[in-house]
């Protein structure tokens, strides 16, 4: 008994670490696999999510209704900063990287002055359940689910929608989209936006489980960052199996020495997976089937 | 070729295709600068001196970030890892020797040294491993703010090297500044003229040698893997090595700046690995003009002074300025502000260079 009870534990960890890993990746993926654009202010449309939704939630909306909230502003917030910044900078897709750098410097510091250090937090929901000696968080099982269930709705976007297939279309040779009469730009807003509206989806669903604070986007950074990087550009073939490889390596480390140890261990991997896997697995498997 | 031909060979070097400054004209404006910058503490107190000898610390990062993102074309966003090894490395380092005998000196060394090593270690993985620009960026990023989380939580007494505490989030304190071993008494290198002095001494240095080094056929190398790796790897050139040896020697700069500044203050903490630390260098780099060492450093001087003006007056604004100023170069300028503004006065001579 007392194996299987570490047995869940573990598997709790993992499912958990596995949660954060694609929700807080899978927005970034999105734009870097469909745009090439790496977003620095990533994590500032997570705390555009998270701020909104737990604003609603002050205001009694209830939560499933402001994190859509949340996750809709990021999205409005991100079709505004493509329009604006992103695409005059198509034809230099490295100095995207070092505008939405500075969109993140902006959007912080600005959140510090307009809104204060900190947040009011909503308080985790669903309480807690036993098992063995250990009590563990309903809300965080809900989160897995989650994780699983954004993955399923994308994929089912990409191949089923005519959105999907339009923004496939474009990512694989743009100007014969264009020539067949689809509206690129467009599909380019509707895409960072979509990765914006997943990011405020990441915000708005960890808000509870956090505190608030204007340089929260940082701590999504790193483990989106190193997820996408081991994934590559497929979301996927790529971000999802990182997902999981990076997920057991964080939970296991995480359960061994501590949660810095997790995000060191992580890092270390995939460095080392950078020199092995340098186009992430995603990369790899496409280059096998190719 | 005899050895005073060729120290002279390698002084001509110090104009060349890859810096944009040359001729009497150049040198001239920069006698005049540097002589005034030798001239400032006669006019100044010895105060505000010591304590603008602040601006010059920064300015070794920004030529390593101008060297490794400029002019090798890697977006490398972590520089301040590697000054913030070094700075710890100092403090650990002379807490542990103490200031005697020269050995804040050894310290430096080491400690520059192991930010280097640090480099080369990563540098390894990352250009060995053939990453593409984007996933440079964040990769080094990712460290440098791992590195602040991991120093942050150093907070506990079992967190010591030796007699030195790391001091977690408070960040670490109390070790001795630069101490030059001298017959007649140590000079020690507090916030003063004297500091003042060396570090423009040191920092004239690093700049010419840079300008040499860019000019030099390693420069132009790593300039040709900037345009088209592709092509300088048909060329016959080991990109990755090249490419490696950028980023050992721009990091060790960084390094550099974190002793300095450890030394400077007697004091450094995980913030200066931050995100907020990490994203300034970029600031002043790429404002300025990340192509041009010189550029690069009337850059960082200017945005730098905009800065500390702004934060002085307790302006919250500062970040959102320095922010703003980002994105309008890149959307405006990338070149860079100030290589834009001298840019038409540059016309003619780029226009016979290209005909060359």
């Given at each position: 008994m007392e194996f299987l009870y570490s047995l869940?534990?573990?598997?709790?960890?993992?499912?958990?670490?596995?949660?954060?890993?694609?929700?807080?990746?899978?927005?970034?993926?999105?734009?870097?696999?469909?745009?090439?654009?790496?977003?620095?202010?990533?994590?500032?449309?997570?705390?555009?999510?998270?701020?909104?939704?737990?604003?609603?939630?002050?205001?009694?909306?209830?939560?499933?209704?402001?994190?859509?909230?949340?996750?809709?502003?990021?999205?409005?917030?991100?079709?505004?900063?493509?329009?604006?910044?992103?695409?005059?900078?198509?034809?230099?897709?490295?100095?995207?990287?070092?505008?939405?750098?500075?969109?993140?410097?902006?959007?912080?510091?600005?959140?510090?002055?307009?809104?204060?250090?900190?947040?009011?937090?909503?308080?985790?929901?669903?309480?807690?359940?036993?098992?063995?000696?250990?009590?563990?968080?309903?809300?965080?099982?809900?989160?897995?689910?989650m994780a699983l269930a954004t993955l399923a709705a994308l994929w089912l976007m990409f191949t089923k929608t005519r959105f999907g297939i339009l923004a496939r279309a474009t990512i694989q040779v743009p100007h014969v989209a264009e020539a067949l009469g689809v509206n690129t730009n467009l599909i380019y807003s509707l895409t960072f936006g979509l990765g914006?509206?997943?990011?405020?989806?990441?915000?708005?669903?960890?808000?509870?489980?956090?505190?608030?604070?204007?340089?929260?986007?940082?701590?999504?950074?790193?483990?989106?960052?190193?997820?996408?990087?081991?994934?590559?550009?497929?979301?996927?073939?790529?971000?999802?199996?990182?997902?999981?490889?990076?997920?057991?390596?964080?939970?296991?480390?995480?359960?061994?020495?501590?949660?810095?140890?997790?995000?060191?261990?992580?890092?270390?991997?995939?460095?080392?997976?950078?020199?092995?896997?340098?186009?992430?697995?995603s990369g790899k498997i496409l280059k096998e089937r190719a | 070729m005899s050895s005073a031909s060729r120290f002279t060979s390698i002084l001509k070097l110090i104009e060349g295709p890859q810096t944009l400054g040359k001729g009497p004209k150049f040198w001239s404006g920069f006698t005049v600068v540097l002589l005034a910058a030798c001239a400032y503490p006669a006019f100044a107190d010895s105060y505000d001196v010591g304590n603008n000898v602040y601006f010059f610390n920064w300015l070794f990062m920004a030529m390593g970030l101008s060297l490794i993102w400029g002019y090798g074309g890697a977006l490398s966003f972590g520089q301040t890892a590697f000054f913030g090894v070094a700075g710890y490395a100092y403090g650990v380092l002379?807490?542990?020797?103490?200031?005697?005998?020269?050995?804040?000196?050894?310290?430096?060394?080491?400690?520059?040294?192991?930010?280097?090593?640090?480099?080369?270690?990563?540098?390894y993985f990352l250009f060995f491993g053939r990453i593409s620009g984007v996933f440079l960026g964040i990769v080094t990023l990712s460290v440098t703010l791992v590195l602040e989380r991991f120093m942050a939580q150093t907070a506990g007494p079992e967190w010591a090297i030796g007699k030195a505490r790391l001091n977690g989030f408070n960040g670490m304190g109390a070790m001795p500044s630069l101490t030059i071993p001298w017959p007649g008494g140590n000079i020690v290198l507090y916030p003063d003229v004297t500091l003042y002095y060396v570090t423009l001494a040191l920092l004239l240095v690093c700049y010419l040698g840079l300008r040499i080094l860019v000019n030099s056929r390693f420069g132009n190398v790593i300039v040709a893997i900037r345009e088209n790796p592709m092509r300088a790897e048909m060329l016959g050139y080991d990109v990755r090595k090249y490419q490696l040896a950028t980023f050992v020697i721009g990091s060790a700069l960084a390094g550099l700046s974190g002793v300095l500044?450890?030394?400077?203050?007697?004091?450094?903490?995980?913030?200066?690995?931050?995100?907020?630390?990490?994203?300034?260098?970029?600031?002043?780099?790429?404002?300025?003009?990340?192509t041009d060492l010189t550029t690069t450093i009337i850059g960082t001087l200017a945005v730098l002074m905009v800065f500390q003006s702004l934060t002085i007056y307790g302006s919250q604004y500062a970040l959102i300025v320095m922010g703003t100023l980002l994105v309008i170069t890149v959307l405006i300028a990338p070149r860079g502000i100030v290589i834009a503004l001298i840019s038409p006065f540059m016309r003619r001579k780029s226009k016979l260079e290209g005909e060359r």
């Open positions: 869940f534990s573990f598997f709790y960890q993992f499912g958990d670490a596995f949660a954060f890993l694609v929700l807080s990746a899978c927005g970034l993926a999105v734009i870097f696999g469909m745009m090439g654009v790496i977003n620095l202010a990533h994590g500032e449309f997570i705390l555009c999510g998270a701020y909104v939704s737990t604003s609603a939630t002050h205001m009694g909306v209830p939560l499933p209704i402001a994190i859509a909230l949340g996750s809709l502003a990021a999205g409005i917030a991100g079709m505004i900063v493509e329009v604006v910044v992103i695409r005059p900078l198509y034809k230099r897709p490295l100095d995207t990287i070092v505008a939405t750098w500075g969109i993140s410097m902006i959007v912080t510091q600005g959140t510090l002055i307009v809104l204060g250090t900190t947040m009011a937090g909503s308080g985790t929901p669903f309480g807690s359940f036993t098992v063995g000696d250990y009590s563990y968080s309903i809300y965080r099982i809900v989160l897995v689910v914006a509206a997943l990011a405020g989806l990441a915000g708005g669903l960890y808000a509870p489980t956090m505190t608030l604070v204007p340089t929260m986007g940082a701590a999504f950074m790193v483990e989106a960052f190193v997820t996408v990087v081991v994934g590559g550009a497929d979301i996927f073939l790529g971000t999802a199996p990182a997902a999981v490889v990076l997920g057991f390596i964080k939970a296991s480390l995480t359960s061994w020495q501590g949660q810095l140890a997790g995000q060191i261990g992580m890092l270390i991997a995939v460095i080392i997976v950078i020199r092995i896997l340098p186009r992430g697995i | 002379t807490i542990n020797l103490g200031d005697a005998y020269g050995l804040t000196l050894l310290s430096l060394v080491l400690a520059v040294g192991l930010s280097a090593l640090f480099a080369a270690i990563l540098g500044y450890t030394s400077w203050g007697n004091y450094i903490t995980p913030a200066s690995m931050g995100m907020t630390a990490a994203s300034l260098p970029i600031v002043w780099v790429a404002v300025g003009g990340r």
